[in-house]
């Protein structure tokens, strides 16, 4: 078949293909693809600019992103990308490297820039280097909410106002969660602020509201913790009266299980930090994390019965 002939045959092809999905969307301009780093992220995006983007979020609901392992399919996702928006302080390492090997030009932003960030170190846990989960602290997930929401408009011209506007809008649920969040740890006496859960990912969380976590890995999930560090973590949980601890992220049930097991506490439920529940599990948004996470946390805090 000569080379003229095949673009013929082409071409009805493809001008069907374009009509149909153009009569539908009459004159509304091509939705955007902006990929998120993680389902926190995605959330955000979500919830500033809605359907008028097409999302497609990497470390999707239940994913752990710390240990993401990009398929070949997300790496198509970024070179349509008009934006891709990530974490930063090393909490997506092998998004840097699908950037690099995808070539992609195209804007990045990073929601956690302008925040200095604590040390994950401080916490007491064993990661060195930033603490990346800053969107514990509801003033930093603020900060996240207006950098993406600028980020978005740069993107998309003429959706500019409309979603500056809604990122405010988001931005002033996010502060009212805050002082929401406050209110509901006053209700716990101060001596009875401590938390054992399983990945030390509460650090902003903590230095936020004042309570103390305790947990027997670091910063970064998948580490299994020594049986001294165990053996130190259940001293700690009795010297406390600790009554409960809580999973937290894919893959810990075991670990908290034997913990609660050989320290004589009960396992009080899943807490969620760096990732978004399914749709039809108790954490599908940003914020229904945050009234989830209270919601365990609180009763559990002033020894009230599970
Ligand atoms: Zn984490």
């Known amino acids: 078949m ?111 820039e302008g925040i200095t960030p604590r040390r994950a170190d401080q916490a007491g846990g064993h990661g060195h280097g930033p603490d990346p989960h800053c969107w514990q602290d509801l003033g930093l997930a603020q900060s996240y909410a207006r950098r993406i929401g600028e980020a978005l408009a740069l993107v998309e011209p003429t959706r500019a106002a409309a979603w500056r506007e809604a990122a405010s809008g988001y931005a002033a649920r996010l502060a009212a969660l805050d002082a929401w969040v406050r209110e509901r740890i006053a209700t716990v006496p101060p001596e009875r602020r401590v938390v054992v859960t399983s990945h030390d990912a509460f650090g902003y969380f903590a230095a936020a509201y004042g309570v103390r976590f305790l947990a027997p890995q670091g910063a970064s999930a998948g580490a299994q913790p020594s049986a001294a560090q165990v053996a130190a973590l259940i001293r700690q949980i009795r010297a406390a009266g600790i009554s409960a601890v809580f999973i937290e992220g894919p893959g810990s049930q075991a670990v908290m299980q034997r913990l609660a097991r050989d320290a004589g506490v009960t396992v009080r439920g899943r807490l969620y930090a760096d990732t978004l529940s399914a749709p039809d599990g108790p954490a599908p948004g940003f914020e229904a994390m945050v009234r989830h996470n209270l919601g365990l946390l609180v009763p559990a805090m002033r020894g009230e019965p599970g």
Do not use: C, K, Y
């Open 2 to 112: 000569t080379a003229p002939l095949t673009r013929r045959a082409a071409l009805p092809l493809l001008a069907l293909l374009a009509a149909s999905p153009a009569r539908a969307r009459a004159q509304a301009p091509p939705r955007p693809v902006v990929v998120a780093s993680f389902s926190i992220l995605g959330d955000m995006v979500r919830q500033i600019a809605g359907e008028d983007v097409v999302l497609r979020v990497l470390a999707g609901p239940e994913t752990d992103a710390h240990a993401f392992q990009p398929r070949p399919s997300e790496a198509e996702a970024i070179r349509g990308a008009a934006l891709v928006v990530r974490n930063g302080l090393g909490f997506e390492p092998w998004l840097d490297r699908l950037l690099r090997s995808t070539g992609h030009q195209g804007p990045v932003v990073t929601a956690s």
